[in-house]
Structures are given as C-alpha cells and as structure tokens.
C-alpha cells in the first residue's frame, strides 16, 4: 500500500508570509498531483507532476517533484487570504493515493 | 479536460434509509472513481467503477454497503446503502480522461440523522 505523508496538517499565517507544504512518501509515484479545495467544493485540480525533478510555476504557487519521485512540495509566496483552503497532495494514476491534507489559513 | 456533474449536491437522510448518489460526464472516460470524504478527513478510495463488469472495491469497503453501477462510459451511480450517522460524508465521483490527470466532481454531502 502506498502512502503519502503531508505536513503540516495546520498552517495559519499572516498575509504576505511564505509557506512549504510537504508530501513525502516511502514509494516512487508515477505522477503526483496538488489540489485546493475549499469548503463546499470538490478537490480542484492545481498541478500534476510527472518527472523527477520536475519544477512547476502557478503565479505564486511552485510545485516541486523530488528527483526520486518519492515527495514533492508546494510552496506559495505572499500568501494572501484567498489562498486560504484545504491543500491536498495525491499520487498515483487514476486511483490515488491522498496526503492527510493541510488546512492554510491566511489572515489579513 | 472533464466537466462532471453529481447529483444530488446534498441531502438529509434517516438512518437506515438508502441513498443513490448519480454521476455524469461530458465525455467518455474509461476510468471513473468513488471517493469518500469524512468531516475534516482527506479523501479515501471507495471503488472503481468498471464499464461493464462489477466494481472494484478498495479494502474496508464492501459491494452490499456501497452498490455501484456503470451502464456506460459517461455516467456512474453509486448507493449508499442502510445508512447509518458514520456515512455522513462527502461523496466525490472522479475521472481520469488522460492517465495522470484526475478531476473531481462538486461532490454529494450527505448527512445521516
């Protein structure tokens, strides 16, 4: 079974502060996945990582995938409130493997 | 990419009642996913669901608790049998149109009283 760790699970900060999301896993991922949901809502869809090593950009969002494709991370910078939500990393392809989750809170 | 919609987007059920929840899409998708959501949780993998042949459930989960059907390649339902308050969840359909990217629908939030 594969699993996925992420932390941390909380995470409040002020506007304007940067933050890193961990995902970190003891198996290698064919692809890993980051997601935002917001209360009410689905899971949407933030990026996909596929390559080792890869590095993605989404404005002040930026995705690593580790070399080994094992963790990944997100890092945002200048939070601002409307970044406030339910980050979730998941790994697989099709049926996937999600993180716990990490609830970012931002205030203003 | 993949428009999916869930229906009903919430409801409010007495225990022991059962609750079928409907998921289509825009466009044929070879594979389509349950998920569950419990308050607070991230989301777990209830089940594939096979385009013509029974779904495949993922451990914890069984066929007479959560009964799924697959008529064809753009629509899914899956039935939450014999509730119970501990199925008070969300319940989120997915889809992989091309492999690596998976979308969720809006999800199903279901409260047992």
């Known amino acids: 079974t594969q699993l996925l760790e992420q932390s941390p699970q909380f995470l409040s900060i002020q506007e304007g502060e940067n933050l890193t999301v961990y995902c970190n896993s003891s198996s290698v991922f064919s692809s890993l996945q980051w997601y935002r949901q917001e209360p009410g809502e689905g899971p949407v869809l933030l990026v996909t990582v596929v390559t080792g090593g890869e590095v993605k950009k989404l404005k002040r969002l930026t995705f690593q995938f580790g070399d080994a494709r094992k963790d990944s991370s997100l890092h945002i910078t200048a939070a601002q409130p409307g970044d406030t939500g339910l980050y979730l990393c998941a790994g697989g392809s099709g049926k996937l493997t999600f993180g716990q989750g990490t609830i970012l809170t931002v205030h203003p | 990419s993949a428009v999916i919609s869930q229906k009903p987007s919430r409801d409010i059920c007495q225990r022991g009642t059962s609750l079928t929840i409907q998921c289509q899409v825009d466009s044929q998708v070879t594979m389509m996913f349950w998920y569950r959501q419990q308050p607070g949780q991230s989301l777990t993998l209830i089940a594939t669901?096979?385009?013509?042949?029974?779904?495949?459930?993922e451990s914890g989960f069984v066929i007479d608790k959560f009964p799924i059907s697959r008529p064809n390649l753009t629509f899914s339902t899956l039935t939450v049998s014999n509730m119970s308050p501990e199925d008070s969840s969300i319940y989120l359909c997915?889809?992989?149109?091309?492999?690596?990217?998976?979308?969720f629908g809006e999800g199903s939030w279901l409260t047992v009283v």
């Open positions: 997915s889809v992989a149109p091309s492999g690596n990217t998976i979308y």
């Open positions: 669901a096979n385009q013509g042949s029974e779904a495949t459930y």
